[in-house]
């Protein structure tokens, strides 16, 4: 699904460049819903911590975002 952005928002040049988010918690999807949330979370949890040498609580897994040709993403941080 294409994903809508705020008016003023430049963490990606969606303005350009759409981008698309595939959610892992839509339950109508074939596989989807909390228990492939839980698998794609448990799946990378130990690689995650291993990068960044931070244990890691689990808070938060939207989905899957597609970003198409030419799009961009500004440093920035997630918040809660």
């Given amino acids: 699904q294409k994903e ?7 963490y990606v040049n969606h303005w350009d460049s759409p981008t698309y988010m595939i959610s892992i918690e839509d339950g109508r999807l074939r596989g989807g819903g909390q228990t492939i949330k839980q698998a ?39 918040r809660m």
């Fill in 40 to 78: 794609v979370w448990d799946a990378a949890k130990e690689t995650i911590q291993e990068w960044t040498g931070e244990e890691l609580t689990q808070c938060s897994l939207y989905g899957i975002r597609v970003y198409t040709e030419g799009a961009m993403l500004a440093t920035h941080v997630s």
């Fill in 4 to 10: 809508n952005w705020p008016k003023g928002n430049t």
